[in-house]
């Protein structure tokens, strides 16, 4: 039994190294055509936040959308955590922590939006989901703007926004078929070319600061 045994673990090991072989070239052919179309987004940034994923045995543009509609979510989702913590430290003066109290709700506001976008995606309601992610997107770049008021503030969520931006543009998620049609061979589309703007619900905090 125990050549047996070696064999069987032999062509699992082959099945797993196939799968994650074909999920390599999957994000690297990927993150090329959508680094193609868009010049603002990191070819290497998409490749190493996707390959960042655990099990990585998919092998359809399907499911790469939905691990990158994840990953946009934990990154929103500890980055709410961190701008909690960064309330705690009292050097911030009153126009920092007002715009970290701003970006706290953008932040929080974008969880519950990526967790609609990838019910509409699983849905197969893809217009909806690429607004969703667009509205996410939008909202990192509201939360950095805002430091950018004042020349002497260095944002303490530079990159966190970047990095939840980047994740935003290079997500694969949405295909250039009309809502409810059917999808075809993988299309792939930069998400960031039909973005809408959202529009913000609540006052600028960090603009009233003093």
């Known amino acids: 039994m125990k ?12 099945y797993i190294l196939s799968h994650g ?17 868009d010049p603002n987004l990191s070819y ?3 490749v190493s936040s996707l390959q960042s994923a655990p099990n990585r ?23 709410r ?3 909690k913590e960064l309330l705690k430290n009292k050097e911030f003066d009153h126009f920092v922590k007002g715009c970290l109290v701003d970006c706290f709700y953008l ?15 699983n849905s197969k309601h893809y217009v909806d989901a690429n607004t969703k992610v667009g509205s996410v997107m939008d909202a990192s770049s509201t939360c950095d703007n805002g430091f950018e008021e004042r ?44 973005l809408p703007q959202a529009e913000r619900t609540r006052g600028r905090v960090c603009d009233t600061a003093m």
């Open 151 to 194: 020349e002497w503030v260095v944002s303490p969520l530079k990159k966190r926004d970047s990095d939840l931006f980047q994740l935003s543009k290079n997500n694969p998620a949405t295909p250039s078929t009309p809502e409810g049609a059917p999808l075809g061979d993988d299309p792939v589309v930069d998400i960031a070319l039909t």
């Open 81 to 83: 955590s961190y701008i």
């Open 107 to 121: 932040y929080s506001n974008a969880i519950p939006t990526v967790k609609q976008a990838a019910s509409d995606y």
């Open 44 to 46: 290497e940034f998409c």
């Open 3 to 14: 050549p047996l045994f070696s064999f069987l673990n032999f062509f699992f090991f082959l």
């Open 57 to 79: 045995h998919w092998t359809s543009l399907y499911e790469l959308g939905k691990v990158s509609l994840k990953l946009i979510r934990n990154n929103a989702t500890d980055t």
């Open 21 to 37: 072989v074909a999920a390599n070239k999957l994000i690297q052919e990927t993150c090329k055509e959508l680094a193609l179309k």
